[in-house]
């Protein structure tokens, strides 16, 4: 049995400003994004111009927050919003849905795509190669802040959390979803993406990939106490929601292969 290494929640301290490691996380994995955002951008044939790039990602960030916001109240605290509307205002009580969160971004980028005049779908293939770096280091950063952690369990690398008031030890759930959401994501949406393929096949494939990955260690995850398992009895929220998000990158990509092979490589 391993023991979580309890780091420090916050990272900096200077004076009265405090710098937490989940917010490192997530302007590492903007810089990264950044970095690689750019790099396609200067691509021949991109849909996105460098120029362009800081109203893309503007938006996109803007999508995160709202989508994440109102996803969770949406999906997980739905009961909540009602009782108390202004509940969804209170973001420093803490509530982000990843589903949410991936359809504020789309909302996002099909504005982005109305407002320059471009192909959304092709706006989609631009972006999906770029998300699943912040996933895995919001992960890193779920584990450093010891949430979300995984099912009791006997596995050899079981851990304990110095949060948990249970003490029990536990599957490292949040390490197998950076595995899982960021790094073998990431690795199968940009191979995809660096051959010539139809517009949408990109955002199909990452959309398949990440609910499947998602439904797996929901297996292992604890679930939500407020909600617990639904349906049949071992189901998830996090798997219903993935369930669908599969159905639609298997849209995705029927619609995709009905069109001819346009996609540029990265």
């Known amino acids: 049995m391993l023991h979580h290494p309890d780091i420090d929640p916050v990272a900096i301290s200077l004076g009265p400003l405090q710098v937490h490691w989940y917010g490192l996380m997530y302007l590492a994995a903007f810089a990264a994004a950044w970095w690689l955002g750019m790099r396609e951008c200067r691509r021949p044939g991109t849909v996105v111009q460098a120029k362009e790039f800081e109203d893309l990602a503007f938006y996109a960030m803007?999508?995160?927050?709202?989508?994440?916001?109102?996803?969770?109240?949406?999906?997980?605290?739905l009961d909540q919003w009602l009782a108390e509307p202004l509940w969804i205002f209170k973001v420093w009580q803490g509530g982000m849905a990843f589903?949410?969160?991936?359809?504020?971004?789309?909302?996002?980028?099909?504005?982005?795509?109305?407002?320059?005049?471009?192909?959304?779908?092709?706006v989609f293939d631009f972006v999906a190669p770029l998300a699943p770096i912040g996933l895995g280091l919001g992960r890193i950063g779920n584990f450093i802040g010891q949430e979300l952690w995984g099912r009791p369990t006997d596995v050899p690398w079981a851990m304990l959390f110095p949060k948990d008031t249970l003490q029990l030890a536990r599957h490292p759930s949040q390490l197998y979803q950076a595995a899982l959401e960021g790094v073998l994501l990431f690795v199968v949406v940009y191979a995809f993406s660096r051959q010539p393929r139809p517009a949408g096949s990109v955002t199909g494939v990452f959309l398949c990939t990440y609910a499947a990955c998602r439904f797996l260690v929901?297996?292992?995850?604890?679930?939500?106490a407020h909600i617990g398992v639904e349906w049949f009895g071992w189901m998830t929220r996090g798997q219903e929601l993935s369930l669908f998000m599969f159905m639609g990158g298997i849209a995705f990509l029927l619609w995709a292969y009905r069109q001819p092979a346009t996609r540029k490589p990265l």
């Open 99 to 122: 589903h949410g969160g991936l359809l504020g971004v789309g909302a996002a980028l099909c504005y982005f795509a109305w407002r320059r005049q471009r192909p959304v779908l092709a």
């Open 218 to 224: 929901e297996f292992v995850r604890e679930p939500d």
């Open 62 to 77: 803007l999508g995160v927050v709202l989508g994440g916001r109102l996803g969770y109240g949406l999906f997980y605290g």
